[in-house]
Structure formats: structure tokens, C-alpha cells
């Protein structure tokens, strides 16, 4: 009754927004994937992750996952810093993204803040109010790699470096308001 032809089995499910770049999957083992945050989910709080990450629900804090792909949904919301490999944003960011490969800003995706990566693709529709650094031996990426080793070593993390560039952001916001004015 709910058979599927072997076409439809193998044809690739859309997902809720086309334009964002998916995950990669591996058949078989579901953890492989990586995580989700749900639409219904919100985090308040730091993110440290060895594997790919989408983000559909709301986080208020930074997000580590350097060494892997970390992608924001069109209802994904973040107050944070993000540190990946690459980056894949569709929905709202107001943060540092800082991506030792590429970001990718879609169509409709708003975001507010520093962007640090050698490779940046910005499409039309996305709105972006910030700076851009595509230096691809910036020593922030640098700091990224460092702070994921020391994190390695120890079973907790520096978060006070990440509080730290939190409140640095808000005070630069703080001065970036008052130029408005």
C-alpha cells in the first residue's frame, strides 16, 4: 500500500529550503550525519562539536564545530560566534562567522557581523551589514585550531575566551549603534 517505486527510494528528499546546502549523509549509520538543532529548540549556551551540525532552532551562545560543516535553516536563529570548516547560512546570524574554508550567505539570510574566510559566496537576496576578512593566513583561524587542540586535551572547555569575544561584540555593537545615531 505505501510501497515506494525504486526511483522514488532513490531520488533525493527535498528539504524545507532548497537553497540550503544539506549535510552530508552516509548510508547506513544515522549518527554519521551529524546533528540537528530543531525548529523547536532553543540552546542557550556554548556548542562543541566534532561533527556537521544544522542549526533550525535558536542558539544563544558560540559554536565550535571547526573541522566540520555547520549550516543555519531559514528559520534558524544564532547570537553567537560561529567556527567551522565551512559555513551554510540561510537564516539570522549576529555574530563572528569564521570559516577556515568558505561561507556561504543565501538568498534571504540576514547577517550581522564579522566574516573571516578565504572564500566567501554572498548571494543576491541576502542581506549582510559588516566586515569581510578573506586573508587566508588571518590569525584568527589560526586561534580557532589552537583552541579546538586545547579542548582536545581537556575535559572542559575555555569558555572565557569565548565570554570574552562575546562581550567584546556587544561593545563594538554598542559603538556601531551609536555611529547610526
Known amino acids: 500500500m505505501f510501497q ?6 532513490n531520488r533525493p528528499r527535498s528539504t524545507a529550503s532548497s537553497n540550503v546546502e544539506p549535510l552530508p549523509h552516509t548510508a547506513g549509520d544515522a549518527a554519521s550525519r551529524g546533528s540537528l538543532i530543531g525548529s523547536a529548540t532553543r540552546v542557550v549556551g ?10 533550525e532552532g535558536q542558539v544563544e551562545g558560540n559554536v565550535w564545530c571547526r573541522d566540520c560543516s555547520v549550516s543555519i535553516g531559514p528559520e ?3 547570537l553567537g560566534d560561529l567556527y567551522a570548516e565551512t559555513l551554510a547560512v540561510a537564516g539570522h546570524v549576529k555574530g563572528r562567522l569564521i570559516a577556515a574554508r568558505r561561507i556561504t550567505i543565501h538568498a534571504g539570510a540576514d547577517v550581522e557581523g564579522e566574516l573571516h574566510t578565504p572564500g566567501l559566496i554572498l548571494e543576491e537576496g541576502a542581506a549582510f551589514h559588516g566586515s569581510v576578512d578573506m586573508n587566508e593566513d588571518n590569525p584568527l583561524l589560526d586561534e580557532v585550531a589552537e583552541h579546538k587542540h586545547r579542548i582536545a586535551e581537556s575535559d572542559e572547555p575555555d569558555v572565557t575566551s569565548a565570554a570574552r569575544n562575546t562581550a567584546d561584540r556587544d561593545d563594538t555593537q554598542e559603538e556601531v549603534d551609536e555611529r547610526r545615531d
Open 4 to 9: 515506494k517505486s525504486a526511483s522514488e527510494a
Open 46 to 55: 556554548d556548542i562543541i562539536g566534532d561533527e556537521d551540525l544544522r542549526i
Open 76 to 78: 534558524g536563529q544564532v
